[in-house]
């Protein structure tokens, strides 16, 4: 069975300062990988997604992961941190097979970005 | 174009009271899914449907009925509920296929049942 495993629940980072969130899965085949992000009091937003080809997947507000097949990774990276980044950023997997696209979500971890 | 809306944002039960959660989409997508969002466990899968009249369970599909008569809805529905079902819901949809499949998310409902 599929999992995920995000590690900290609770990050904090200075403004500017580098993000790096973690994210390891358990799968026999490598899956689909997804992060997303919550705002406050809000539904979910894809950040970026990995299905295939190259391992290092840009997306929005400059965030960007890179899929490490031999250390089962997904880890979520920005350089340099905005006040604006502070949410909760969810890691999500999902086979590549079967007709429907069923969501495996890591427990979450909650980014704070001070001045 | 409103995306996946869901009504009430908000909503307190008693124990034991029924309510149906709505969700409806205009995007055309054949996808739907609920999930409700507990602290510390991510968000975990209720039942989800492929198309009208088709409809499947998640991971946590007790205490919950759904149905699709259309492409648009998808009622969730609390047949009687219970203090452990205090959680916030999201509706998701997404196309068929693996590279259109993006989910795309309500803004939740905060349920509350004393």
């Known amino acids: 069975a599929q999992s995920v495993t995000q590690l900290g629940s609770h990050v904090s980072v200075s403004e500017g300062a580098l993000v790096l969130l973690r994210c390891n899965y358990s799968s026999s085949v490598p899956p689909y990988l997804f992060w997303y992000v919550q705002y406050p009091n809000q539904g979910l937003q894809l950040l970026l997604k990995y299905t295939t080809g190259a391992t290092l997947v840009k997306g929005i507000n400059g965030f960007e992961a890179e899929f490490k097949k031999s250390e089962t990774s997904f880890h979520l990276t920005k350089p340099s941190a905005h006040m604006s980044d502070a949410a909760e950023y969810f890691c999500?997997?999902?086979?590549?097979?079967?007709?429907?696209?069923?969501?495996?979500f890591g427990a979450g971890t909650r980014l704070a970005v001070h001045p | 174009n409103a995306g996946v809306t869901q009504t009430p944002k908000f909503q307190v039960l008693k124990t034991g009271q029924s309510m149906t959660l709505q969700c409806a989409q205009d995007m055309n997508h054949e996808y739907m899914s609920w999930y409700r969002q507990d602290p510390g466990m991510g968000l975990r899968l209720i039942h989800y449907?492929?198309?009208?009249?088709?409809?499947d369970q998640g991971e946590v599909p007790n205490g919950y009925n759904v149905s699709r008569s259309t492409t648009e809805d998808f009622p969730l529905r609390l047949l009687s509920a219970a203090p452990s079902q205090t959680s916030v819901y999201f509706c998701?949809?997404?196309?068929?296929?693996?590279?259109?499949?993006?989910?795309?998310f309500g803004p939740g409902t905060r349920l509350t049942v004393l």
């Open positions: 449907s492929v198309g009208a009249g088709i409809t």
């Open positions: 999500a997997v999902r086979s590549r097979t079967g007709g429907y696209n069923k969501l495996i």
């Open positions: 998701a949809s997404s196309y068929r296929g693996q590279e259109r499949d993006e989910q795309f």
